[in-house]
């Protein structure tokens, strides 16, 4: 899951790498929580999610976890990898509920937002 995929660059200042292709994640469905420059694009974040983040999400009105076939949407199990919306991570984190972040695949427009500091502890170590 190592894959270079993009030429943008994550919160560490490294390669954005890819985030998860199942199930496959991303605004651009291509695996990475990447903007490709585009302006409104916020799925930068990158998680792996838990039981009582889904569960979260759920009751703020975006269930992640239900399958919807004619989307080609599986739902998020525990343990998935997923590009989060940033202020959806921030709700999470301020609610004491936010999943791991996958620092080496979250964009570094993240930063803009969220101090590195408070993503570091909450990193996922993808090694």
């Known amino acids: 899951m190592n894959d270079e995929v993009s030429t943008e660059k ?3 200042g ?19 929580c990447a903007a490709r420059g585009e302006q409104g694009v916020a799925h930068l974040v990158c998680v792996r999610v838990t039981a ?13 976890s239900t399958p919807i076939p ?4 599986r739902g998020l199990q525990p343990g998935d990898r997923w590009c989060l919306h940033v202020l959806r991570w921030i709700q999470a984190w301020e ?16 930063l803009k937002l969220v101090p590195l500091q408070a993503l570091k502890r909450n990193a996922f170590d993808m090694h």
């Open 10 to 12: 994550n919160v560490l």
């Open 14 to 32: 490294g390669p954005l790498l890819a985030c998860s292709f199942a199930p496959l994640t991303g605004f651009f469905r291509d695996g990475c």
């Open 52 to 64: 009582e983040f889904l569960a979260f999400s759920r009751e703020c009105g975006n269930d992640l």
């Open 70 to 73: 004619e989307m080609r949407f």
């Open 95 to 110: 609610a004491g509920r936010a999943p791991k972040v996958v620092l080496e695949a979250t964009h570094e427009q993240v």
